[in-house]
């Protein structure tokens, strides 16, 4: 190539590297706070980003946080200096405590988007947009446990030396802080009574989810606290069938998962547009095999695998209920749990 055509060349190309640079610096950058596993390369977020970045002509940028606890921590230490425009992964157990720091949604008929349990009341909530939602339950491994507890009494009147169990911390974990919420649901003034009966079968707390998994995977507990579609994963993705959760007669805790836009979003219309964005078809395909969830949208099919029996009872509180009493309640859990 001669010198001149090829400096000529090479000064284009480096004007046109230039404008693709400007023009990408000058796209809105949409930044979403999540917990951890939602950000993860194996999460829903990376398709998320992709899908979405090619409607929005702008750059979405998720944040992985340890837990929808931690969310809840950021944003309130932030305050309005926080960077977010929206928060993803909190859940109704903290809706009314986040309520102050977030905006109307503006999403069009979100309740009749939705597909949610029967026994709960329509959607009306007006700052918040579900995205998936879930039950709580314990995991256990069929090879080694032939005899799961059928109740949360008969799992709390199990012998110690016949289970051992694993669960998260309530100050620290969604699943923890759930459980909680469930004893409360069935034993109301008595819960403490049966965290203290429940004690001496609990092998370990840990800070969060992934940690008590593992310690289950690796057969040093058998049973953990995690979700009804956690044995999904092991039969979809790993083709095997010997794990299950123990259904529990008195029903089981749900978790109904939402997103919000922060009051000081930069970009108001880009967050509106994305909460709008996640219960599209699109969106909703992703979460069964990604973040092993329940899609929250209707019509939204479930892959072979997901489903091997009849959803159980769901139980929740109202979210008001529980942002009064929840620091009471998690005074009882520790003090019933260091006796």
Not at 110 to 126: S, T
Not at 211 to 240: I, Q
């Amino acid at each position: 190539m001669r010198p001149i055509l090829k400096s000529t060349i090479m000064l284009m190309l480096a004007g046109q590297m230039t404008a693709s640079l400007a023009h990408a610096e000058s796209k809105p950058e949409l930044i979403v706070y999540t917990y951890d596993s939602f950000a993860a390369e194996w999460g829903p977020a990376p398709q998320i980003k992709t899908a979405f970045e090619k409607k929005c002509d702008c750059q979405l940028t998720f944040v992985g946080l340890d837990s929808s606890l931690g969310i809840l921590a950021r944003i309130r230490l932030e305050g309005d200096n926080s960077p977010a425009d929206v928060i993803l992964g909190l859940d109704t157990a903290q809706t009314d405590i986040a309520r102050d720091a977030v905006a109307r949604h503006g999403v069009d008929d979100v309740a009749g988007k939705l597909d949610l349990p029967v026994n709960l009341p329509a959607w009306q909530d007006l700052h918040f947009v579900p995205y998936d939602w879930g039950y709580f339950a314990f995991v256990y491994d069929s090879n080694t446990l032939t005899a799961p507890p059928a109740s949360m009494a008969e799992l709390i009147a199990t012998p110690t030396t016949d289970l051992r169990i694993a669960i998260q911390d309530a100050r620290s974990s969604t699943p923890g802080f759930g459980l909680m919420l469930w004893l409360k649901t069935l034993y109301g003034a008595e819960a403490g009574a049966q965290w203290r009966a429940l004690a001496p079968k609990i092998a370990t707390i840990t800070k969060g989810w992934s940690e008590s998994y593992d310690l289950f995977l690796n057969g040093e507990v058998d049973m953990v606290l995690s979700y009804t579609t956690s044995p999904a994963y092991h039969r979809v993705a790993e083709d095997k069938t010997h794990y299950d959760y123990a259904r529990f007669d008195e029903g089981h805790y749900m978790q109904v998962e939402v997103a919000a836009m922060l009051k000081n979003s930069d970009q108001p219309e880009l967050a509106r547009q994305f909460l709008a964005f996640l219960l599209t078809p699109e969106v909703q395909a992703i979460i069964p095999t990604s973040n092993w969830m329940y899609p929250a949208a209707k019509n939204t099919p479930l892959p072979d695998g997901f489903e091997v029996s009849a959803k159980p009872q769901g139980l929740l509180l109202d979210d008001a209920l529980i942002a009064e009493h929840q620091q009471d309640w998690l005074k009882e859990w520790v003090t019933a749990l260091s006796q």
